[in-house]
């Protein structure tokens, strides 16, 4: 069975530290993967989404950045964390076609003081 | 925006009784999908439905969709403590990356 895993599953940084958020699957192969970010009582805004390695589609410009250099592995990064940057993060997979459903993992708490 | 926009915001019931929550969308869709997700974890899929289908069943889940009015419901029977979570209607509006557009959700209350 596939499972997807992120860590770590709270994070606390201080404003303009660097910032490395790792998600792997497992149980499947090329994968569609996506970073969501999750504001406090608000919906999931889509932030990355990875149809293959090395391809990485942006959905809003801002300091953050993706990377996939294994087929399962998708990594969120910041160079400099700002205040906004708090949230809930979350990685999905989902598999063949657009459309299909999407298989989240358990998040990251990632508080910025 | 296109988003699904879910109706109510906030739900509170009694054990047992059923809980139906309603989504509104904006544009001609491929499929909609329904997620929950309990406090501090993630998301999880619950059922699709596609454009051509006006209704399914899973358990005690049952979803409607009205494309001429471009609207959704998810009815839960006979609700359980267990079912507290919010809920998100995720609209799918095509395109190869597959993208979801995810609400804000209703927050459902389910007291024993």
């Known amino acids: 069975s596939q499972t997807i895993h992120q860590w770590p599953a709270t994070l606390v940084q201080p404003v303009g530290s660097p910032l490395s958020l790792e998600c792997t699957v497992e149980?499947?192969?090329?994968?569609?993967l996506y970073w969501y970010r999750q504001a406090a009582g608000r919906g999931l805004q889509l932030l990355f989404y990875?149809?293959?390695?090395?391809?990485i589609s942006s959905e809003v410009p801002q300091n953050l950045s993706a990377s996939r250099p294994q087929d399962r592995q998708f990594i969120l990064s910041s160079k400099k964390l700002l205040l906004s940057d708090s949230g809930f993060y979350l990685c999905?997979?989902?598999?063949?076609?657009?459309?299909?459903?999407?298989?989240f993992g358990d998040g990251t708490r990632l508080s910025i003081l | 925006s296109q988003q699904g926009e879910e109706d109510p915001q906030a739900l509170s019931i009694q054990e047992g009784e059923n809980a139906t929550m309603n989504c509104s969308y904006k544009?001609?869709?491929?499929?909609l999908q329904w997620y929950r997700q309990n406090s501090g974890r993630g998301l999880v899929h619950l059922i699709l439905?596609?454009?051509?289908?006006r209704e399914k069943h899973s358990g005690r889940l049952r979803v409607t969709l009205d494309t001429s009015k471009k609207s959704s419901s998810l009815l839960i029977t006979a609700s359980r403590a267990a079912d507290t979570a919010s809920y998100f209607c995720?609209?799918?509006?095509?395109?190869?990356?597959?993208?979801?557009?995810f609400g804000k959700g209703t927050k459902l209350s389910v007291k024993p």
């Open positions: 999905a997979w989902s598999q063949g076609q657009g459309g299909q459903p999407q298989h």
């Open positions: 149980g499947t192969s090329n994968p569609n």
């Open positions: 990875s149809v293959g390695i090395g391809q």
């Open positions: 544009t001609s869709i491929n499929n």
């Open positions: 439905i596609r454009s051509n289908e």
């Open positions: 995720a609209p799918n509006y095509g395109g190869s990356q597959g993208n979801l557009i």
